[in-house]
C-alpha cells in the first residue's frame, strides 16, 4: 500500500488542453500514472496523448470511472474546478494552480472535509508513490526512489532536493506528499502524520516545514503523544526576517510566531530530530533507522 | 498560547508587502458604499485643499497622513487644527514627511471627534483554522498586539463559517461579549455586519478600524480603516483598481522587475545573493550561507522552468542591488539543461554584466557538459549545496579583504 494513490487510482487531469495540463500528462504517463481521463469544458472527443477529454467530471466519471483528479486549472476558475471534483466524490483532488484566491481556498477546504474527501494544496508539487509507479503531480519522478519512509513537505524543490539525497544514501519513499506552500491549504501536516502513522508499509517519515502558521507545531505537538514511528524534520527559513513574505505565499513570520526557532524546539521537544542542511535528512535517517 | 494564537492571526497580513494596502482615504471611500459611520470630512493633496476641507467641515478637525503603516502617529503624522490656516499650515508639515522611508503624498482632513470610548473592530484569515475571524475589543487605540499582550482576555473572537455568512446574532453576541448594552448591541453588530459584506465583496485579507469610536454623544464612527485585500483575488477587482490610478504594491526598482518576470525577491542587509528554483530551496540557501557564516543580501526565487534565460536574468536583477559582493546560483533543475544555463553565464560575464563572483550549483540535464563550461571560464560549479555555500561565502569575504 502506501497513502493517498496506488496502482488502482484512476487519474482525472482537470485542464488537460492547457499547457501545463498537456506537459505534465505526458510527463506522469511516462511515468507509469494511471491516467484515464481528461477534461475541459467544450472539448468533449478530443484526446491527449491518448487520454480522452470530457467536458465535465460527472461525464468523466461515468465513462471511465474516474477516482481521483489532478487540477491544472488556471488561477481563478480552480475552486471552481475542485468543487466539481469534490462532488463527484474524487479523492484525492490535488490542486497543482498556484495564486487561487484565499476565499476560494477556505470555501473548497471545507466542502471538501465536511465530504471527508484529501485536498491536496493549492500550490503544491502534488503527490508520488514510487512503488506503484504512480505519480499526481508535477515533481521530476527519477529523484524519488521505493522505500519505507513517509515524505510530506510545503514546498517543491527543496523535496526533490532531500528526496535525492535519501535515494543517493539508498533510502527510498513510500510516498512523498507536497503540501503546498499557502496559507490555507486542504490537506494538513498533522493529517498527513496521521495518514502515514497509520500506514503498514511507512516505517518512518520526514516532515518538510517552513516558516509561517503553526503546521509543524500542530503535527509535533501530536507525534510526541500518538506516534512511534520514527521521524526526521528540516526547516527551511532559520534566517528568514520577520515580516517578509519568503517566495510562498504561506511563508512568512508573524511577529513571534511562524519562526524557524518555534518549529525546530517543537520537533525537538517531540524527540524528532531536526537536521541544519537539506542534506542532514538522509543522514539523520540512516541514524535512526 | 493564546496570546501567541491571537498575534498570529492578526499579524500575518500586516506585514508582508504583498497584499494591495489600501490607504485610509480608500478604504473609507469603500467603507462609505455599505453605509459605515464615518467622520465628516475628505482627502486632500496640497496644504490648500486640506484648507478647502477644513472649511466645509465646519470645525477643528485632524489633520492625518496617509501611509500605509501602523505607526503614523508616533511618527507625528497625526495632528490636530481649530482652525482652516492651522490644518493648512499642519498639511504643508506633513506632506514634507516621510513615514517608514516613504514620502507622504496626501493626507486626510477629519472633524475631530469628542471620545467616550476607543474600540477595536477587524476581521481577517485565520490560516491555521483556515477560516475567517472577526475580531472586537472594547479596548481600542493602541495596537491589537500590544492589546493582545497586556490583556488579551479583552479580545473577542469568532471564527465565520466557511460555508455561510456572519449571523446577525453572532454579531450580537460579540457586541454583548465586548461588553456593550442597551441600543448600543444593535448598532455595533451593524457595523460588524457592514465590515462583513466589505471583506466578502472585496476579498479582504485584513480589515482594521482602529479606533472605532464611540462619540460622547453616542455615535459610533469609523476613525480609522484599514484594508488589505488579496492580490491573488485582484482579477475580480478591476473596477476598483482602475479608479485608484496608482502601483497596488509600493516596490522598489529592483522589487518591479523581478514580478514583472514573475520571480519572488526580498531583500536583506547580508552581502550574498542567493538566486534559485523555490521558495523552499531558496530559505534552505539562505540559511547554508549562514552556517557557513555568511549572510544573504537577496532572496531570489526564479520560479518554475529554471532555463537559462531565466537564471540570466535573475543575476541580471540581482547585480542591481548595490549590497551584492557575490552571487550563488543554485538550481534543482529536473529538465533544466546544465549546458545551456552555462554558456548563458559565460555569455553574460563576457558582457561585462556581472562584475561580483559567482559559484553555482546545479542538478539536471548535460550537468558534466555544464561544469566543464564553467571551469573553462573560471566560474566555480560544485556539486553540493554545503560545498557552493561554502565557496561563496570564501569569496564574499574575499571580496572585503
Given at each position: 500500500?502506501?497513502?493517498?494513490?496506488d496502482?488502482?487510482?484512476?487519474?482525472?487531469?482537470?485542464?488537460?488542453?492547457?499547457?501545463?495540463?498537456?506537459?505534465?500528462?505526458?510527463?506522469?504517463?511516462?511515468?507509469?500514472?494511471?491516467?484515464?481521463?481528461?477534461?475541459?469544458?467544450?472539448?468533449?472527443?478530443?484526446?491527449?496523448?491518448?487520454?480522452?477529454?470530457?467536458?465535465?467530471?460527472?461525464?468523466?466519471?461515468?465513462?471511465?470511472?474516474v477516482?481521483?483528479?489532478?487540477i491544472?486549472?488556471p488561477?481563478?476558475?480552480?475552486?471552481?474546478?475542485?468543487?466539481?471534483?469534490?462532488?463527484?466524490?474524487?479523492n484525492p483532488?490535488?490542486?497543482?494552480?498556484?495564486?487561487?484566491?484565499?476565499?476560494?481556498?477556505?470555501?473548497?477546504?471545507?466542502?471538501?472535509?465536511?465530504?471527508?474527501?484529501?485536498m491536496?494544496?493549492?500550490?503544491?508539487?502534488g503527490?508520488?508513490t514510487?512503488?506503484?509507479?504512480?505519480?499526481?503531480?508535477?515533481?521530476?519522478?527519477h529523484?524519488?526512489?521505493?522505500g519505507?519512509?513517509?515524505?510530506?513537505?510545503?514546498?517543491?524543490?527543496?523535496?526533490?532536493?532531500?528526496?535525492?539525497?535519501?535515494?543517493?544514501?539508498?533510502?527510498?519513499?513510500?510516498?512523498?506528499?507536497?503540501?503546498?506552500?499557502?496559507?490555507?491549504?486542504?490537506?494538513?501536516?498533522?493529517?498527513?502524520?496521521?495518514?502515514?502513522?497509520e500506514?503498514?508499509?511507512?516505517k518512518?517519515?520526514?516532515?518538510?516545514?517552513?516558516?509561517?502558521?503553526d503546521?509543524?507545531?500542530?503535527?509535533?505537538?501530536?507525534?510526541?503523544?500518538?506516534?512511534?514511528?520514527?521521524?526526521?524534520?528540516?526547516?527551511?527559513?532559520?534566517?528568514?526576517?520577520?515580516?517578509?513574505?519568503?517566495g510562498?505565499?504561506?511563508?512568512?513570520i508573524?511577529?513571534?510566531?511562524?519562526?524557524?526557532?518555534?518549529?525546530?524546539?517543537a520537533?525537538k521537544?517531540?524527540?524528532?530530530p531536526?537536521?541544519?542542511?537539506?542534506?542532514?535528512?538522509?543522514?539523520?535517517?540512516e541514524?535512526?533507522? | 498560547?493564546?496570546?501567541a494564537?491571537?498575534?498570529?492571526?492578526?499579524?500575518?497580513?500586516?506585514?508582508?508587502d504583498?497584499?494591495?494596502?489600501?490607504?485610509e482615504?480608500e478604504?473609507?471611500?469603500i467603507?462609505?458604499?455599505f453605509?459605515?459611520?464615518?467622520?465628516?470630512?475628505?482627502?486632500?493633496?496640497t496644504?490648500?485643499?486640506?484648507r478647502?476641507?477644513?472649511?466645509?467641515?465646519?470645525?477643528?478637525?485632524?489633520?492625518?497622513?496617509?501611509?500605509?503603516?501602523?505607526?503614523?502617529?508616533?511618527a507625528g503624522?497625526?495632528?490636530?487644527?481649530?482652525?482652516?490656516?492651522?490644518?493648512?499650515?499642519?498639511?504643508?508639515?506633513?506632506?514634507?514627511m516621510?513615514?517608514?522611508?516613504?514620502?507622504?503624498?496626501?493626507?486626510?482632513?477629519?472633524?475631530?471627534?469628542?471620545?467616550?470610548?476607543?474600540?477595536?473592530?477587524?476581521?481577517?484569515?485565520?490560516?491555521?483554522?483556515?477560516?475567517?475571524?472577526?475580531?472586537?475589543?472594547?479596548?481600542?487605540g493602541?495596537?491589537?498586539e500590544?492589546?493582545?499582550?497586556?490583556?488579551?482576555?479583552?479580545?473577542?473572537k469568532?471564527?465565520?463559517?466557511?460555508?455561510?455568512?456572519?449571523?446577525?446574532?453572532?454579531?450580537?453576541?460579540?457586541?454583548?461579549?465586548?461588553?456593550?448594552?442597551?441600543?448600543?448591541?444593535?448598532?455595533?453588530?451593524?457595523?460588524?455586519?457592514?465590515?462583513?459584506?466589505?471583506?466578502e465583496?472585496y476579498?479582504?485579507?485584513?480589515?482594521?478600524?482602529?479606533?472605532?469610536?464611540?462619540?460622547?454623544?453616542?455615535r459610533?464612527l469609523?476613525?480609522?480603516?484599514?484594508?488589505?485585500i488579496?492580490?491573488?483575488?485582484?482579477?475580480r477587482?478591476?473596477?476598483?483598481?482602475?479608479?485608484?490610478?496608482?502601483d497596488?504594491?509600493e516596490?522598489?526598482?529592483?522589487?518591479?522587475l523581478?514580478t514583472?518576470?514573475?520571480?519572488?525577491?526580498?531583500?536583506?542587509?547580508g552581502?550574498i545573493?542567493?538566486i534559485?528554483?523555490?521558495?523552499?530551496?531558496?530559505?534552505?540557501?539562505?540559511?547554508?550561507?549562514?552556517?557557513?557564516?555568511?549572510?544573504?543580501?537577496?532572496?531570489?526565487?526564479?520560479?518554475?522552468?529554471?532555463d537559462?534565460?531565466?537564471?540570466?536574468?535573475?543575476?541580471?536583477?540581482?547585480?542591481?542591488?548595490?549590497?551584492?559582493?557575490a552571487?550563488?546560483?543554485n538550481?534543482?533543475?529536473?529538465?533544466?539543461?546544465?549546458?545551456?544555463?552555462?554558456?548563458?553565464?559565460?555569455?553574460?560575464?563576457?558582457d561585462?554584466?556581472i562584475?561580483?563572483?559567482?559559484?553555482?550549483?546545479?542538478?539536471?540535464?548535460?550537468?558534466?557538459?555544464?561544469?566543464?563550461?564553467?571551469?573553462?571560464?573560471?566560474?566555480?560549479f560544485?556539486?553540493?549545496?554545503e560545498?557552493?555555500?561554502?565557496?561563496?561565502?570564501?569569496?564574499?569575504?574575499?571580496?572585503?579583504?
Amino acid at each position: 500500500m502506501a497513502v493517498l494513490i496506488d496502482k488502482n487510482s484512476r487519474v482525472l487531469v482537470q485542464g488537460i488542453t492547457g499547457s501545463q495540463g498537456t506537459f505534465h500528462t505526458k510527463a506522469m504517463l511516462d511515468y507509469g500514472t494511471n491516467i484515464v481521463a481528461g477534461m475541459t469544458p467544450g472539448k468533449l472527443g478530443e484526446e491527449v496523448y491518448g487520454v480522452p477529454v470530457y467536458d465535465s467530471v460527472k461525464q468523466a466519471k461515468r465513462e471511465m470511472d474516474v477516482t481521483a483528479s489532478i487540477i491544472f486549472v488556471p488561477a481563478p476558475f480552480a475552486g471552481d474546478a475542485a468543487l466539481e471534483a469534490i462532488a463527484a466524490d474524487l479523492n484525492p483532488v490535488v490542486v497543482i494552480t498556484e495564486h487561487v484566491p484565499v476565499q476560494d481556498e477556505m470555501r473548497v477546504i471545507h466542502v471538501a472535509r465536511a465530504k471527508g474527501i484529501s485536498m491536496i494544496g493549492p500550490n503544491t508539487p502534488g503527490i508520488i508513490t514510487p512503488g506503484a509507479k504512480q505519480k499526481v503531480g508535477i515533481m521530476p519522478g527519477h529523484v524519488f526512489a521505493d522505500g519505507k519512509v513517509g515524505l510530506m513537505s510545503r514546498s517543491g524543490t527543496l523535496t526533490y532536493e532531500i528526496a535525492a539525497g535519501m535515494t543517493n544514501a539508498n533510502i527510498g519513499i513510500s510516498t512523498a506528499i507536497g503540501l503546498g506552500g499557502d496559507p490555507c491549504v486542504g490537506l494538513t501536516t498533522i493529517e498527513a502524520v496521521k495518514m502515514f502513522s497509520e500506514d503498514k508499509d511507512t516505517k518512518a517519515m520526514v516532515l518538510v516545514g517552513e516558516i509561517g502558521g503553526d503546521a509543524e507545531e500542530k503535527a509535533a505537538a501530536y507525534m510526541k503523544d500518538h506516534v512511534d514511528k520514527p521521524a526526521v524534520a528540516f526547516i527551511a527559513g532559520r534566517t528568514a526576517p520577520p515580516g517578509k513574505r519568503m517566495g510562498h505565499a504561506g511563508a512568512i513570520i508573524s511577529g513571534s510566531t511562524g519562526t524557524a526557532a518555534a518549529k525546530i524546539a517543537a520537533f525537538k521537544d517531540a524527540g524528532i530530530p531536526v537536521g541544519d542542511k537539506p542534506s542532514d535528512v538522509a543522514r539523520l535517517l540512516e541514524e535512526i533507522l | 498560547m493564546v496570546e501567541a494564537y491571537v498575534q498570529d492571526i492578526l499579524h500575518v497580513p500586516f506585514c508582508g508587502d504583498v497584499f494591495m494596502k489600501l490607504f485610509e482615504h480608500e478604504a473609507k471611500e469603500i467603507f462609505r458604499t455599505f453605509g459605515m459611520p464615518l467622520p465628516l470630512g475628505g482627502v486632500a493633496y496640497t496644504p490648500e485643499e486640506a484648507r478647502t476641507r477644513a472649511i466645509e467641515v465646519g470645525k477643528p478637525v485632524a489633520v492625518k497622513a496617509q501611509a500605509l503603516t501602523g505607526k503614523r502617529g508616533k511618527a507625528g503624522g497625526v495632528r490636530f487644527a481649530n482652525t482652516p490656516e492651522e490644518a493648512e499650515a499642519l498639511a504643508k508639515d506633513i506632506l514634507a514627511m516621510r513615514i517608514n522611508d516613504l514620502p507622504v503624498k496626501s493626507i486626510l482632513v477629519e472633524e475631530k471627534l469628542s471620545i467616550q470610548q476607543e474600540i477595536y473592530a477587524g476581521i481577517t484569515v485565520d490560516r491555521n483554522e483556515r477560516k475567517y475571524v472577526v475580531i472586537g475589543s472594547a479596548a481600542g487605540g493602541m495596537s491589537i498586539e500590544e492589546l493582545a499582550e497586556t490583556s488579551p482576555g479583552k479580545i473577542i473572537k469568532r471564527h465565520v463559517d466557511p460555508l455561510g455568512d456572519l449571523q446577525a446574532y453572532e454579531a450580537r453576541e460579540i457586541a454583548i461579549d465586548m461588553g456593550f448594552k442597551g441600543k448600543q448591541i444593535n448598532s455595533l453588530a451593524g457595523l460588524f455586519l457592514k465590515l462583513w459584506s466589505i471583506v466578502e465583496e472585496y476579498d479582504v485579507e485584513l480589515t482594521e478600524i482602529n479606533p472605532l469610536i464611540l462619540t460622547t454623544d453616542g455615535r459610533f464612527l469609523a476613525a480609522d480603516a484599514r484594508l488589505n485585500i488579496d492580490d491573488n483575488a485582484l482579477f475580480r477587482h478591476k473596477k476598483l483598481i482602475e479608479n485608484m490610478k496608482r502601483d497596488t504594491v509600493e516596490q522598489n526598482e529592483r522589487e518591479k522587475l523581478a514580478t514583472a518576470e514573475g520571480m519572488a525577491y526580498v531583500e536583506l542587509d547580508g552581502d550574498i545573493a542567493c538566486i534559485c528554483n523555490g521558495a523552499g530551496l531558496t530559505m534552505a540557501t539562505l540559511d547554508a550561507v549562514s552556517i557557513y557564516g555568511g549572510k544573504a543580501s537577496t532572496f531570489l526565487d526564479l520560479g518554475g522552468g529554471a532555463d537559462a534565460e531565466r537564471v540570466e536574468k535573475g543575476v541580471e536583477i540581482a547585480m542591481k542591488y548595490d549590497k551584492v559582493k557575490a552571487i550563488l546560483v543554485n538550481i534543482m533543475g529536473g529538465i533544466t539543461r546544465c549546458d545551456d544555463v552555462a554558456n548563458g553565464i559565460v555569455s553574460a560575464k563576457q558582457d561585462g554584466d556581472i562584475t561580483v563572483p559567482l559559484v553555482i550549483r546545479m542538478v539536471g540535464t548535460n550537468e558534466e557538459e555544464g561544469q566543464r563550461i564553467l571551469n573553462e571560464a573560471g566560474i566555480p560549479f560544485l556539486q553540493t549545496m554545503e560545498e557552493a555555500a561554502q565557496k561563496v561565502v570564501t569569496l564574499a569575504e574575499g571580496e572585503d579583504a
